[in-house]
């Protein structure tokens, strides 16, 4: 469902914006690290906006994922992607080659670092 309503957006000026100190973007392999955050100028009043939420970022010494984990992702990233090789079922690798004109989400479960390597090492 779409869900576009006033009520529920907030304009804020970005303060500071961090990219991935590792972002690549390859013309071959696809984009790599793809990921930023942005500081607001002025901070955002959860109790009048319910539905924003903080990011959550784990402490240096967080426990590993068990893969039972989800995590809700969101952006305006590359939406046409072209799969250029199945690794198996569910899991592809790939690249895009069109941004998403209005915010897209995505829930998926956390991989643990040991699932993660397996099947993400060579790539």
Same mark, same amino acid.
């Not at 915010?103 to 479960?109: A, F, I, S």
């Given at each position: 469902t779409e869900i576009e309503s006033t009520s529920l957006r907030i304009q804020a000026k970005r303060n500071l914006y961090f990219k991935h100190f590792s972002y690549e973007l390859s013309r071959t392999q696809g984009v790599f690290y793809d990921f930023g955050l942005l500081k607001l100028e002025t901070r955002v009043d959860f109790k009048e906006y319910p539905h924003i939420r903080p990011v959550c970022l784990p402490d240096s010494g967080e426990v590993d994922y068990t893969g039972n984990e989800s995590a809700t992702v969101v952006g305006w990233g590359l939406t046409n992607v072209d799969y250029g090789k199945i690794i198996q079922p569910g899991l592809v690798k790939g690249f895009g080659s069109r941004y998403a004109k209005k +915010?897209?989400? +995505?829930?998926?479960?956390l991989l643990g670092q040991k699932e993660c390597r397996a099947k993400y090492y060579s790539y």
């Open positions: +915010l897209q989400k +995505l829930d998926m479960r």
